[in-house]
């Protein structure tokens, strides 16, 4: 697509001799121009890279009455990136929501995974948290490495499904596990009390 707003300088010696910007089909000109030798440039945005000229300008010598067209100026813009974050914790009630008294679980291991490969791998800090910052744009599969005696509650999919847009900070990519509490046991035995002293001999 054109570029509109873009500021386009004719020069002569050195100078500008005349401004326009370009409008919103990305079009400029420059009309009732004298004969000669000019230098046509654009003032650069910042984010972006000049493609064309690969020179950088234009040289132009300007004939009587020539109307010269087609001079172009192409840039480039990377996407924006962007990050994805969230929370591990432990769901005491099973219940797939995080509430005020569940904790958060420190060193689980998060992975970002793309076409079916962990493309980064990060692990929670003393509150649960993670980020993963500098993303680009894309179609990603969000993970954790499992644990032994725990329980996935959240996400219910067992992952999550993540179409990034440029720029985008994806917050809220929460995890939540639940572990039984470990089991005990409660033994003694049953003896015939001969002599009723309320001791075993």
């Known amino acids: 697509k054109g570029l509109e707003g873009w500021t386009i300088n004719?020069?002569?010696?050195?100078?500008?001799?005349?401004?326009?910007t370009t409008?919103?089909?990305?079009?400029?000109?420059?009309?009732?121009?004298?004969?000669?030798?000019?230098?046509?440039t654009e003032v650069q945005q910042d984010g972006w890279t000049l493609t064309l000229p690969a020179e950088g300008s234009y040289q132009i010598s300007l004939q009587p009455g020539q109307d010269l067209a087609?001079?172009?100026?192409?840039?480039?813009?990377?996407?924006?990136?962007?990050?994805?974050?969230?929370?591990?914790?432990?769901?005491?009630?099973?219940?797939?929501q995080r509430e005020a008294e569940e904790k958060g679980l420190e060193g689980w291991t998060i992975n970002l995974e793309k076409d079916g490969s962990a493309v980064n791998t990060t692990t929670t800090d003393a509150?649960?948290?993670?980020k993963f910052d500098n993303i680009d744009s894309g179609d990603y599969v969000l993970t954790e490495v499992q644990q032994d005696g725990?329980?996935?509650?959240?996400?219910?999919?067992?992952?999550?499904?993540?179409?990034l847009q440029p720029g985008q900070d994806l917050?809220?990519?929460?995890?939540?596990?639940?572990?039984?509490?470990?089991?005990?046991?409660?033994?003694?035995?049953?003896?015939?009390?001969?002599?009723?002293?309320g001791q075993r001999e």
């Open 127 to 130: 509150n649960g948290d993670y």
């Open 171 to 197: 917050a809220g990519q929460d995890f939540g596990n639940f572990k039984p509490a470990e089991k005990g046991s409660i033994s003694g035995s049953k003896f015939e009390d001969l002599n009723q002293n």
């Open 150 to 163: 725990w329980t996935l509650t959240l996400p219910a999919e067992g992952s999550y499904q993540i179409s």
């Open 10 to 20: 004719l020069e002569k010696d050195g100078s500008a001799v005349n401004t326009t």
């Open 70 to 96: 087609g001079q172009d100026f192409g840039n480039f813009k990377p996407a924006e990136k962007g990050s994805i974050s969230g929370s591990k914790f432990e769901d005491l009630n099973q219940n797939g």
């Open 23 to 40: 409008d919103a089909n990305g079009d400029y000109k420059f009309d009732n121009i004298d004969s000669g030798d000019y230098v046509l």
